[in-house]
């Protein structure tokens, strides 16, 4: 008989015991802890274990990579320049992309942006060298904010394939050469290219070009003729005032200015507002400057007047010009 107390007692102990259980597994912030990483020890939340029998969405396949990705370096081998007969390699779109091999910044209220004529589908576009503002999803080119006055490396590479599609592309404008001008053997004017050709006789010849419209190049004392864009070296280095040129009353060799030129052509541009930087350096001889700038220099000429672009793989803006007293 005294037994059955102990037992009575046992089943009350029990019953509180489940009812403990009962609330931990009821409340909902404690079930979610016991679920989490780092939640209650011991306790499984069930619901973990179920199989998700729902099929996953597939892909959405009719959206385009949107992605930027770095522009790759300029390629060596492609697919329409590395063939015998010279013919597009067959995922290579129709030629020219943009309707022309050169075009022209319009003057527009906004910025003047071009897309692609002959629609080569979807794919990711590139441009060597440094200075086109491409959308590399749509191929639009911001001819506005673009480097002008250059030629370009277009390369396209279709969706799915790992081919790059080369194109050539310039943007006409102005350009002044990569050089060094020694005044004791004359070279006293740096004249503008126009079109990235330096064969091509000056667009201004007949007139309808005007230069630093801004007045902002005149500013600095760097003289600039207005109807051609020839540069003055020797009289923006001497001034034509009691203070010096462009590098002040007495120029110290090595010294280096940037100069920002307006301009406006009428030929091909109508008019359009354009720009350029130019970087002047002085030294008082030729022999004074590094072997390793001058070698820049030299070989950035001989790839325009050799008809390639000025680099594939530095900026070539902006253009250095280098004027020295003597050799």
Known sequence: MKAIPWIALLLVIAVVACQKE?????????????GAPGGLPGKHDSTASKHDSTAPKPADTT???????????????????????????PS????????????????????????????PGTGKYFSWP?????????????????????????????AGTTDTCLS???IGGAAYFDSVYVFADSETMAAPYF???????????????TFDVTGSAAAQKVIVNSTTGVIDLQKTLNGTGLLGGAFGLLPVSGSSITTTIYYKINY??????????????????????GAGLLGGLVNKLNNVLSGNIISTSTNPRPPLVIMTRYN
Not at 22 to 34: G, I, K, P, Q, Y
Not at 98 to 114: E, K, L, N, R, S
Not at 147 to 158: E, L, N
């Open 22 to 34: 009962v609330s931990v597994e009821s409340d909902a912030n404690l079930r979610a802890l016991m």
């Open 130 to 158: 440094v200075g086109m503002v491409l959308d590399q999803n749509s191929g639009a080119i911001d001819l506005t904010q673009s480097q002008t006055g250059m030629k370009y490396i277009m390369g396209f590479v279709p």
């Open 92 to 119: 290579c779109p129709a030629l020219p992309i943009y309707g022309d091999t050169i075009v022209f910044p319009q003057p527009t209220a906004g910025d003047d942006i071009i897309k692609p004529v002959n629609n």
């Open 63 to 89: 959206k385009s990579d949107t992605a930027t990705v770095p522009t790759p370096p300029y390629p060596q081998h492609t697919s329409n320049n590395n063939n015998s007969t010279g013919t597009q390699a």
């Open 168 to 170: 050539t592309l310039i």
């Open 268 to 289: 091909g541009s109508n008019n359009a507002l354009q720009q350029i930087q130019v970087q002047l350096m002085y030294y008082d001889k030729k022999s004074l400057i």
């Open 195 to 209: 079109e990235a050709n330096p064969y091509l006789p000056s667009v201004c010849a007949n007139g309808g070009c």
